[in-house]
């Protein structure tokens, strides 16, 4: 199979020309700068993207797609749908599924359910737990982006609270060679304000308060842990979904960061129109806190950009502070989203491009994958700017849930195609259910 792509803006490692790229198989053959003067005839499929923007498809390394255990908000298959039509050709999932993937066994099984039904490349992330870290060393490290860690109570119930257990799990990623990445609150805070909250509103409290339960305070004093103990161990260590400007700080060296479309979307202020749907953890926080991870992500400060992808069914949000649960859809309109904040100035096209693809694939060490450079594999995604603004409508949305945060929000941005390993799974609204993903490789 030979596929040529003409005709568009090439976005690719901090450089922005008009070219082409061809692709022979799974993989691309060859970059073309300039106006091509290739015969079209010597291709079996071509894809005009004139006035297009071209680039490698988005590697979205942190979801929740729910499989196996809690599959009435979602599973591999519908939200795998849901990243191809935004563009994602990759995903890291987390391992608070049921059963957690906290065992080798557990995490085979993820990947058979993901090697029959998904639809993009899929990885899954190895979770830790108190007592789980002498496994560690065992596992194959060339399968798995990395280790997660929760030192904060999340959805699961994977709560890493013993500082001997930390100690230990620090100090073997370091000794094996794989990044942590951490999900940071303290617990003890988020549960002294939650009932300090419940003492004076009752057992629900409204959910504009979700900020001041799970606080600054609580992110901060948790990731400065994590920070110090990379720094002890030399451990790779990657901070997940930073809502915090304090947070920014802890950055540099062995220490990465990772904000979601979440936190660079919304701030408090959101909450009196959006309520219980934008509830998650880490809880979205002022409009000071947005505005420095956006200068962040600017600045080349936090490298990574993701979603958190995280569905559950409309009826669980409903509700405040201790009803409601915490998480939303966005794989869908991740990409687009960003863009819309391109257009307004809060960074370049090619900042996403380094935050959403290159560096997912730098961080983790995935092999072949988030470049537009010949013999990478064809993980290509193809954006086209709108004249008039469309707007998000729930019947759009191909997440499981059926819901989405940013309906009623307006985008110029639309994503055309999607090729993931040289195969067309997503043409202009026209998905090909009969298309699966890899299974990511790490170096």
């Not at 003067?37 to 993207?49: E, G, M």
Request: one cysteine or more; proline letters at 4%.
């Amino acid at each position: 199979m030979k596929l040529l792509i003409f005709g568009g803006t090439i976005v690719n490692e901090g450089q922005k020309f008009r070219g082409s790229v061809i692709i022979e198989d799974d993989r691309i053959k060859e970059v073309f700068k300039g106006e091509d003067t290739l015969s079209q005839n010597d291709f079996d499929k071509v894809i005009n993207a004139t006035d297009c923007i071209v680039m490698p498809g988005v590697i979205d390394e942190h979801v929740h797609f729910r499989e196996p255990g809690l599959t009435e908000k979602a599973d591999i298959d519908s939200e795998s749908k849901a990243a191809a039509f935004g563009g994602v050709t990759s995903y890291f999932d987390m391992p608070n599924t049921i059963p957690q993937t906290t065992t080798i066994e557990n995490l085979n099984q993820k990947f058979e359910l993901a090697r029959q039904k998904s639809h993009i490349n899929y990885g899954f992330f190895f979770g830790a737990t108190n007592s789980n870290y002498s496994n560690l060393k065992d596992i194959d490290k060339h399968r798995i982006p990395g280790i997660k860690l929760f030192m904060g109570a999340s959805t699961g119930n994977m709560l890493v609270d013993k500082y001997a257990s930390l100690l230990h799990i620090f100090e073997t990623a370091s000794s094996i060679g794989l990044p942590i990445m951490v999900h940071c609150e303290d617990s003890e805070t988020i549960n002294a304000n939650m009932d300090r909250m419940r003492k004076t509103y009752g057992d629900d409290p409204p959910v504009i308060l979700h900020p001041a339960i799970r606080s600054e305070e609580a992110c901060f004093e948790s990731s400065a842990l994590a920070a110090q103990l990379a720094k002890t161990f030399n451990t790779r260590l990657h901070i997940a979904h930073i809502s915090t400007a304090r947070e920014i700080h802890l950055l540099g060296g062995n220490i990465t960061g990772e904000a979601v479309v979440a936190h660079l979307l919304f701030d408090t202020n959101d909450y009196t129109t959006k309520g219980a749907l934008i509830k998650c953890n880490p809880s979205i926080k002022t409009s000071n806190d947005r505005d420095t991870l956006l200068d962040a992500v600017n600045r080349g400060i936090i490298s990574t950009i993701a979603t958190d992808h995280a569905p559950h069914l409309l009826s669980q949000k409903q509700g405040g502070c201790y009803k409601a649960a915490s998480g939303m859809p966005s794989i869908q309109f991740s990409l687009v989203s960003m863009l819309e904040l391109s257009d307004k100035g809060l960074f370049s096209i090619e900042r996403i491009v380094e935050c959403m693809c290159h560096a997912p694939a730098r961080i983790f060490e995935v092999r072949d994958r988030g470049f537009l450079s010949p013999g990478m594999k064809a993980d290509i995604t193809i954006v086209r700017r709108q004249e008039t603004p469309w707007i998000v409508e729930d019947e759009m949305v191909v997440s499981k849930c059926k819901w989405s945060p940013m309906s009623g929000m307006s985008f110029h941005w639309k994503v055309e195609h999607t090729i993931c390993n040289g195969k067309h799974v997503y043409d202009k609204g026209v998905f090909n259910n009969n298309i699966h993903g890899e299974e990511i490789e790490f170096r």
